[in-house]
């Protein structure tokens, strides 16, 4: 299995930033770390190394970026508004300078993103609020409410990057056509300390009829940190 790294400069960040890549060839791969760790997350974990066989076998290739949440969510040394703006100038790097490498790089327009924790939080509000750019998000144990890392603080930009919030009541029918034909996988396991807001975001996705997978492993344990291969096939709906 292949690894290779791509650095440069990121003007959305202004700061120098580096992205991981598992595998040759076969559907691109976004994965998003939790809790503001590092892209080698899923290596560390093992999550690479399960899946081989898709990166072997040119079914995946696998794109992996450093968080942003220690200089955002969990920068509680700067104040919530700080740290909401840094939040979307995170979200301006993915969308102008990540997916438009990951695309040239593939040379595939389909893309699919994928975290645990905060990473499906970013996998999938990304989907929701872009989702011409990602066509597919799988979210493991996702956090889908960010009102604990805005203190008191609440603006246009906490509530639009809050699923729980925003999602409710939005009624485009051009926007809510697009996430109609997305792909979008929660995934959960027994004792996932996120279970209810999962629960939550599902009802909501089943009330504006926009058909998801969520997917409860009880085989896995108490262990997030297993992936099926089968989760990871390119779905066109």
């Not at 104040?79 to 969308?95: C, E, K, M, T």
């Amino acid at each position: 299995m292949e690894k290779k790294s791509h650095s440069w400069q990121s003007p959305s960040l202004g700061t120098k930033t580096t992205i991981s890549i598992y595998g040759t060839e076969g559907t691109p791969l976004l994965v998003f770390p939790d809790e503001g760790r590092t892209r080698t997350e899923w290596e560390d974990h093992g999550l690479i190394k399960a899946l081989d066989f898709q990166l072997k076998n040119g079914h995946n290739r696998i794109f992996c970026v450093d968080s942003n949440d220690r200089e955002s969510f969990l920068n509680t040394g700067a104040p919530p508004r700080l740290r909401i703006s840094r939040h979307r100038q995170f979200d301006n790097f993915i969308i102008d300078e990540v997916l438009p490498f990951i695309r040239k790089t593939t040379n595939d327009l389909f893309v699919m993103a994928a975290g645990v924790g905060l990473g499906g939080y970013h996998a999938v509000n990304l989907l929701l609020k872009h989702p011409g750019q990602i066509q597919k998000a799988i979210s493991i144990g996702g956090v889908f409410q960010i009102r604990a890392y805005m203190d008191d603080y609440f603006d246009d930009n906490v509530y639009y990057n809050n699923p729980l919030e925003y999602l409710p009541n939005l009624d485009d029918p051009t926007l809510l056509d697009d996430i109609k034909s997305t792909d979008i996988r929660l995934v959960v396991t027994p004792d996932d300390p996120n279970l209810d807001m999962n629960y939550m975001l599902s009802d909501i996705l089943r009330s504006k009829a926009v058909e998801h997978i969520f997917d409860y492993w009880i085989e896995t344990g108490d262990d997030p940190w297993e992936i099926r291969g089968d989760i990871l096939q390119r779905h066109v709906p």
